[in-house]
């Protein structure tokens, strides 16, 4: 068996599940739904989440996510599916799940920074080369109708101010009063 090691990049959550008995319902029952929890587990390192069974956590919690390991007695079947789900990292297994994880380490990513980053993404969504153009025109038109409204805006490195007239702020006193606070000076 190739050596493993669990991702920290991967949050766990309880969910239930309610199933209908439609042989209750169509016999006239009324049945009272039980939910089933079920533990999920969201991958960062993939953005998907996971349905997991009780060896599946038993695996995960024996496996260390700080240093590779290589135990023969772990059930080759069901590394395989944590490996296969991004939860569990192989030496074997895929390398761009290893990078990511290996980076976002690197970079000292907080967890909760993390997951709210890649569970926040757009996935799914495709803008076409005549779309990019429009968006690109629409911006370009949003920002000389803002300059022709406000003015050009100001230099990157502004002139400083010429001196203005100065303001003498009066004097504290030990005792603290008569100014702004406490004189530092006690």
């Known amino acids: 068996m190739a050596r493993i090691r669990r991702t920290p990049y991967a949050f766990f959550y309880l969910e239930d599940d309610y199933s209908l008995d439609v042989a209750a319902v169509l016999s006239g029952e009324v049945p009272q739904p039980a939910p089933e929890t079920k533990t999920l587990a969201l991958v960062l390192l993939t953005g998907e989440r996971h349905a997991l069974g009780p060896s599946d956590l038993e695996t995960l919690r024996y496996v260390p996510s700080s240093r590779w390991s290589d135990d023969d007695r772990l059930d080759p079947d069901i590394?395989?599916?944590?490996?296969?789900r991004g939860l569990l990292l192989s030496e074997a297994g895929d390398d761009r799940l290893r990078r990511r994880d290996e980076a976002l380490a690197a970079n000292e990513w907080n967890l909760y920074a993390a997951l709210?980053?890649?569970?926040t993404q757009w996935t799914g969504v495709e803008v076409g080369a005549?779309?990019?153009?429009?968006?690109?025109?629409?911006?370009?038109?949003?920002?000389?109708a803002f300059v022709a409204e406000h003015g050009p805006p100001p230099d990157a490195f502004a002139d400083?101010?010429?001196?203005?007239?100065?303001l003498q702020l009066p004097a504290t006193r030990p005792d603290g009063e008569g100014g702004f606070g406490r004189s530092s000076q006690q």
């Open 160 to 166: 400083s101010p010429t001196e203005g007239d100065k």
């Open 79 to 84: 590394v395989r599916s944590l490996v296969d």
């Open 116 to 119: 709210y980053h890649f569970m």
């Open 130 to 144: 005549q779309e990019a153009e429009q968006l690109r025109a629409r911006a370009r038109e949003a920002a000389q």
